[in-house]
């Protein structure tokens, strides 16, 4: 379905709807409800799903100007308020964990409990250069995809599933990379990741939370979730080893099972 925001369409899909407590899955900055096709069945078993494309991601529409960060966590409200849903449970991966993080300290009072994947608590000098780096190499579907892909998986990963990287690879560069509508927006998107600083703000989130981070992550280090984990009270830090910025993909079963049994678990008296 496509719910109005401002002037923009933001396309959602939901997916168990009554079942258990809400659930809010945000995307990666490259990922669109699509990305989580392979996981829709064991995340709805017991819970409703919210999936959303946040702007300038695939089906939402298109921004023509620069923007914050922030606006995501607006976009997030807005579809909450449509849904009549008053309370959730968030996770985001990435720079949908960074929306995740600033929807938590814009509206406190609708986040139950939030589990963050693979994030920073901002954007540093070092990643931005990466992001530039990413809008730099759009000369060719190619370079795009060799700029982007590769440092998205640990290295173990990459080399024992050859196979999958390759149509992977082959599928990006035909139906993907290719596209600057695409490719525009993906510069937008990146643009605003660079806005995202809450380190300032992080000890004021009080939805209970759950950092996850891979081992091999060499897009977001470890080091990142460690200072979040420190900063936000109470706050609660996963390691996946051997594992890289792409968990889901990379360990999917361990993904699936720290989400719900975070989501779902009674607190322990």
Not at 25 to 53: Q, R, Y
Not at 71 to 83: E, G, N, T
């Amino acid at each position: 379905m496509l719910i109005p925001f401002e002037d923009k369409q933001i396309y959602v899909e939901c997916h168990g709807e009554g079942k258990g407590s809400p659930i809010v899955v945000l995307n990666g900055i490259m990922m669109s409800t699509p990305s989580w096709k392979p996981f829709v069945a064991a995340l709805s078993k017991h819970n409703s799903l919210v999936l959303l494309d946040l702007l300038d991601q695939g089906q939402s529409s298109r921004m023509n100007v620069v923007y914050d960060i922030k606006i995501q966590a607006d976009v997030v409200k807005c579809v909450l308020d449509a849904l009549n849903i008053d309370k959730v449970s968030i996770a985001g991966i990435s720079y949908g964990a960074s929306v995740a993080m600033n929807f938590a300290l814009t509206y406190p009072e609708h986040v139950d409990r939030m589990a963050l994947f693979n994030c920073v608590p901002y954007t540093s000098p070092w990643l931005k250069t990466v992001g530039e780096s990413w809008k730099l190499a759009r000369v060719s579907p190619q370079m795009y995809y060799h700029a982007t892909i590769p440092i998205i998986y640990s290295m173990e990963f990459y080399n024992q599933n050859l196979d999958w990287i390759e149509k992977r690879k082959e599928f990006l560069i035909a139906n993907v990379f290719n596209n600057p509508n695409f490719l525009d927006a993906m510069d937008r998107l990146i643009d605003s990741a660079a806005t995202h600083d809450v380190r300032a703000h992080l000890g004021n989130i009080a939805a209970k939370t759950l950092l996850v981070s891979g081992s091999e992550d060499y897009l977001t280090p470890l080091s990142e979730q460690k200072y979040i984990a420190e900063h936000i009270p109470g706050a609660e830090l996963v390691i996946m080893d051997g594992c890289g910025h792409a968990a889901m993909y990379e360990q999917p079963d361990v993904f699936i099972t720290l989400l719900l049994g975070f989501i779902n678990s009674d607190e322990v008296q």
